[in-house]
């Protein structure tokens, strides 16, 4: 699993980047959630559980409904930037699937089509792009830093 972990510093601003990708099948929700757990262990001003979640909901669509996990070259890259303002994490999936990501309003019997409300509910902002040089999918959220979270 190769990861890029790297702090860029100047005056009055410090990130950390993470850059990581696995292979888009069942266990890569679970490899992101120890992964960003394992990153942003430390951080104080930020609610790693529901980090934890939302990452796990996009890894997760972008195994299911992009098409990734039926190509032998399916995988799926996380990237993600911490300085003192927030949190930046974009999931990125390059099967090539036509679905829009938008919040699903499931019946109460569903068991799955909550994520993406998951989502809209505990990111700050959330959206989607596509690559224009790739094609890929990418779905990113941001997290404010906060010292009352």
């Known amino acids: 699993m ?6 860029v510093s100047g005056p009055g601003n410090c990130e950390t ?12 929700a679970g490899r992101a959630r120890r992964c960003v757990r394992g ?14 979640l939302m990452v796990s909901e996009l890894v997760t669509n972008a195994c299911e409904h992009s098409g990734a996990a039926g190509r ?3 995988r799926v890259r996380l990237v993600a930037v911490c300085d003192p303002g927030g949190l930046r994490i ?17 019946d109460a019997d569903d068991i799955r089509g909550r994520g993406l409300m998951i989502v ?4 700050d902002r959330w959206g989607h792009l596509t690559a224009p040089d790739t094609g890929a999918r990418i779905v990113w959220i941001e ?7």
């Open 143 to 149: 997290v404010a830093r906060n010292a009352a979270r």
């Open 90 to 106: 974009e999931v990125t999936d390059v099967g090539g699937g036509t679905t829009v990501p938008a919040p699903r309003r499931p």
């Open 120 to 123: 809209e509910a505990l990111a």
């Open 72 to 74: 032998p070259d399916g």
């Open 17 to 28: 980047i993470m850059d990581v990708s696995w292979p888009a099948a069942e266990a890569a």
């Open 39 to 52: 990153w942003l262990g430390d951080v104080q001003d930020l609610d790693i559980g529901d980090v934890e």
């Open 2 to 7: 190769p990861v890029l972990l790297e702090t």
